[in-house]
C-alpha cells in the first residue's frame, strides 16, 4: 500500500522568504502526486498536481514542486511567501490499493509566516 | 458555483444519539468520499462511492454509515455517536474519470463533537 510521510510537523518563515516544504512518498509505480492547503476553517484546496510528464509543475498562488523519483520526494516550494500563506498543506499520493483508487494523505505541515 | 457543501457545520451531540451528516455536489461528480482528520493522523478514508448505489469501506469505517442514492448526494451515518468519533469530516467528490479521479473538490468541513 501507498504511505506519504511529511517530515516537517511544524515551519515558521519570515515573509519574503522562500519556503520548501517537504515530501516522501512510497509506491511502487510512478503515483499521481499532490499538494493541498487548508486555511484556518476551510475545506482542502488543491495547489498543484503531478500525473507525468514535466517533474516541475506550476500551481495555483505561485507554488511550485518538483517530482524526483531517485528520491521518492514531491517537495512544494514558493520563493516567496505571503502572510496569506499560513495554513496547513498536505500532500497526497493518488493510487491503487486493493483495487481502490484513492487518496493517501501525509499528516500535515502547519506553517507560520512571521512579520 | 461548482461546490460541495456539507451540513452541519458544528454539531455537538452525546454518545448514542443518532446523527446524520449531509453532503451534496453540484458538478455531476460520479466519485465520492468521505474523510476524518484528527491532529497528527491527516486524513483517513471512512467510506467511499463510485457511483450511485456502489459504496464500500475506506481505511476508518467502523462506526459509520453512507448511502448513495442520487448521484448529488453521500450522506454519513452516525447510529451510535461514541466520543472516539470526535472530528473534523470532510466529504470530496471527483469525475471519477481516468486521469481525474484523483482530484477531489472537498466540502468545507463539519466539526463534530460527541460528549
Known amino acids: 500500500a501507498q504511505s506519504v510521510t511529511q517530515p516537517d510537523i511544524h515551519i515558521t518563515v519570515s515573509e519574503g522568504a522562500s519556503l520548501e516544504l517537504r515530501c516522501n512518498y512510497s509506491y511502487g509505480a510512478t503515483p499521481y502526486l499532490f499538494w493541498y492547503v487548508q486555511s484556518p476553517g476551510q475545506g482542502l484546496q488543491l495547489l498543484l498536481k503531478?500525473?507525468?510528464?514535466?517533474?516541475l509543475v506550476q500551481g495555483i498562488k505561485g507554488f511550485e514542486a518538483e517530482f524526483k523519483r531517485s528520491q521518492s520526494s514531491f517537495n512544494l516550494r514558493k520563493p516567496s511567501v505571503h502572510w496569506s500563506d499560513a495554513a496547513e498543506y498536505f500532500c497526497?499520493?493518488?493510487?491503487?490499493?486493493?483495487?481502490?483508487?484513492?487518496?493517501?494523505f501525509g499528516t500535515g505541515t502547519r506553517l507560520t509566516i512571521i512579520p | 458555483e461548482a461546490q460541495v457543501t456539507q451540513n452541519p457545520r458544528y454539531l455537538i451531540t452525546v454518545t448514542g444519539k443518532k446523527l446524520t451528516v449531509t453532503c451534496s455536489q453540484n458538478m455531476n461528480h460520479e466519485y465520492m468520499s468521505w474523510y476524518r482528520q484528527d491532529p497528527g493522523l491527516g486524513l483517513r478514508q471512512i467510506y467511499y462511492s463510485m457511483n450511485v448505489e456502489v459504496t464500500d469501506k475506506g481505511d476508518v469505517p467502523e462506526g459509520y454509515k453512507v448511502s448513495r442514492k442520487e448521484k448529488r448526494n453521500f450522506p454519513l451515518i452516525l447510529e451510535s455517536p461514541s466520543p472516539n468519533q470526535t472530528s473534523l469530516y470532510f466529504c470530496?467528490?471527483?469525475?471519477?474519470?481516468?486521469?481525474?479521479?484523483?482530484?477531489?473538490?472537498f466540502g468545507p468541513g463539519t466539526r463534530l463533537t460527541v460528549t
Open positions: 470530496a467528490s471527483s469525475p471519477g474519470t481516468s486521469g481525474s479521479f484523483y482530484e477531489q473538490y
Open positions: 503531478y500525473f507525468s510528464g514535466d517533474t
Open positions: 497526497a499520493v493518488g493510487a491503487v490499493d486493493f483495487g481502490n483508487e484513492k487518496l493517501t
